[in-house]
């Protein structure tokens, strides 16, 4: 049997250093097939979102934000639906830069997409996944 592959499988090296090995493995056993990982670790108390925020600031290099509240203007330049799409959080923006709120700081699709609908420079921060989708 093939092994099970998380939607946020992006999500493993940061989760391996926290937990062990076989924890990954009884969390990959136990999923579901829409399951992700980051949904997994925090509902078994492996561990909570903000450590994951923290340990993945830490591994990417990437702030965590620290409002995810955006500016009234952004969402003149990225509606709605082009948030949901890329699941991102539209912070702020200037003439030039466009500064977003992700849980997938790997996205490169969603960097290139957001850089060209917007003309600007996109800067990542991170954010946990919103609990609806969890």
């Given amino acids: 049997m093939a092994e099970r592959v998380f939607p946020d499988e992006w999500l493993v090296?940061?989760?391996?250093?926290?937990?062990?090995?076989?924890?990954?493995?009884?969390?990959?056993?136990?999923?579901?097939p829409t399951s992700t990982l980051w949904e997994m670790t925090t509902a078994k108390g492996y561990a909570s979102d903000d450590e994951i925020l923290a340990a993945m600031s830490k591994r990417c290099r990437v702030a965590v934000a620290e409002s995810p509240k955006p500016e009234p203007n952004?969402?003149?330049?990225?509606?709605?639906?082009?948030?949901?799409?890329?699941?991102?959080?539209?912070?702020?923006?200037?003439?030039?830069?466009?500064?977003?709120?992700?849980?997938?700081?790997?996205?490169?699709?969603?960097?290139?997409?957001?850089?060209?609908?917007?003309?600007?420079?996109?800067?990542?921060?991170?954010?946990?996944p919103p609990r609806s989708r969890r």
């Fill in 74 to 128: 952004v969402k003149e330049i990225i509606p709605e639906a082009v948030a949901r799409r890329y699941r991102i959080v539209p912070l702020r923006a200037t003439d030039s830069m466009l500064e977003i709120a992700t849980a997938n700081p790997f996205d490169i699709d969603a960097e290139k997409g957001l850089a060209f609908a917007s003309g600007r420079e996109v800067r990542m921060q991170l954010l946990s």
């Fill in 13 to 32: 090296p940061t989760v391996s250093a926290m937990i062990t090995p076989e924890a990954v493995e009884g969390l990959r056993a136990a999923a579901e």
